[in-house]
């Protein structure tokens, strides 16, 4: 008899980068997440009718290889970050040709080994389950959106957890030089800051802002914000109810979405993981309307390449957590269960913002 695999205490930042609702791994069952026992079917979101411009996946035959370099000619770049916003991604875009089977990205490599020294990076991580993340720069797959020729690119950096270097605005660049795209958008979940943002909403950032306060607060740009470009006529009105009630439908009291835009729309920045909840743990009230860590770093990369498009685009997978006893312990089980839970049917939301902007451009 084999002997039990060791499974990992509860830990919410390893839950948040790497549970995927495609193929969960045991350790998120035994921290208690009830969404990484249930069926297939209902971990993934649902299909949508899609009005024009349906996303078409365009696979590369032959498959390159690990270390091959992009190839130029795609109009647009659509980044995201940890394992179940891909997954949500390629539900909808690429419906029958989830993660597991996007091509790996490790085009020089080298260059990036010594620059990414975070303990708790994904990219330095040998344990089995994370094989596929271990000294990858990404994972892509090509698809068609209208007219447009767009990658999808799941970052295998993250600026919260490779260490000083900041090897993400590295990759930024890298990626633009390759592709030479029109443009570029960043998305995937985010926590919701203050009451107003619910579960589900979308955030467009008209603004982006560092709020470093912990590794980078001694950076000159901890506090930098970077404008978005503006949306295309027409994207707003794209996003539809009937697109976004489809997995709208699976949220407690069945929301409908806010997509929250305009001059006043910021995303936060932080150089830790964090999120809101009723006691303003982390500081965060009065800063943006959501939370995330990755997007200012895009958008300060993409300074120096400034005919490249950018656009910030992200989805409250978690609301303001209640906390009326102040337990930060208890505080960061429920945004872990909510995220498991929910986050790929709140990303459903974000998925059809980034293709109303794709459509509409």
């Known amino acids: 008899m084999h002997p039990s695999p060791k499974?990992?205490?509860?830990?919410?930042?390893?839950?948040?980068?790497?549970?995927?609702?495609?193929?969960?791994?045991?350790?998120?069952?035994?921290?208690?997440?009830?969404?990484a026992t249930s069926a297939f079917s209902e971990r993934l979101p649902r299909p949508v009718p899609w009005p024009h411009s349906p996303p078409t996946i365009m696979p590369i035959d032959p498959a390159p290889a690990e270390d091959a370099p992009l190839?130029?000619?795609?109009?647009?770049i659509v980044m995201t970050w940890t394992a179940a916003e891909a997954a949500a991604l390629a539900a909808l875009f690429t419906?029958?040709?989830?993660?597991?089977?996007?091509?790996?990205?490790?085009?020089?490599?080298?260059?990036?080994?010594?620059?990414?020294?975070?303990?708790?990076?994904?990219?330095?991580?040998?344990?089995?389950?994370?094989?596929?993340?271990?000294?990858?720069?990404?994972?892509?797959?090509?698809?068609?959106?209208?007219?447009?020729?767009v990658l999808l690119f799941k970052s295998g950096l993250h600026l919260d957890y490779d260490g000083p270097q900041t090897p993400l605005r590295k990759l930024v660049t890298e990626l633009v030089d390759a592709v030479e795209p029109k443009l570029l958008i960043t998305t995937g979940t985010a926590g919701g800051i203050g009451k107003d943002t619910a579960l589900g909403d979308v955030v467009i950032g008209?603004?982006?802002?560092?709020?470093?306060?912990?590794?980078?607060?001694?950076?000159?740009?901890?506090?930098?914000?970077?404008?978005?470009?503006?949306?295309?006529?027409?994207?707003?009105?794209?996003?539809?109810?009937?697109?976004?009630?489809?997995?709208?439908?699976?949220?407690?009291n069945k929301p409908k979405p806010k997509i929250w835009h305009g001059p006043t729309v910021r995303i936060v920045t932080t150089d830790f993981f964090g999120f809101d909840d009723s006691t303003n743990h982390y500081k965060l009230e009065g800063k943006g309307q959501a939370c995330e860590m990755g997007d200012a770093?895009?958008?300060?990369?993409?300074q120096t390449r400034p005919k490249v498009s950018c656009y910030a685009i992200r989805n409250a997978s978690d609301p303001q957590v209640d906390n009326p006893t102040g337990d930060m312990t208890t505080a960061n089980h429920t945004a872990g269960q909510i995220y498991t839970k929910y986050g790929a049917y709140t990303t459903a939301g974000s998925v059809i913002a980034t293709w109303a902007v794709l459509a509409t451009l």
């Open 7 to 35: 499974l990992k205490p509860f830990d919410l930042d390893d839950t948040i980068l790497n549970y995927d609702p495609e193929t969960p791994d045991a350790r998120f069952a035994a921290m208690g997440f009830e969404a």
């Open 71 to 76: 190839s130029k000619g795609y109009d647009a």
């Open 206 to 252: 008209n603004r982006v802002q560092f709020d470093c306060t912990t590794q980078f607060k001694s950076e000159p740009w901890a506090a930098a914000a970077y404008s978005s470009s503006p949306l295309p006529a027409g994207a707003l009105k794209a996003i539809t109810p009937s697109l976004l009630e489809v997995n709208a439908a699976f949220l407690p």
């Open 297 to 302: 770093m895009v958008l300060q990369a993409l």
């Open 95 to 149: 419906p029958n040709h989830l993660p597991s089977t996007w091509y790996e990205y490790r085009h020089n490599l080298a260059s990036y080994i010594p620059l990414v020294t975070g303990v708790r990076a994904p990219f330095n991580d040998k344990s089995t389950s994370m094989a596929r993340y271990y000294h990858s720069l990404g994972l892509y797959m090509p698809c068609r959106i209208g007219s447009k020729k």
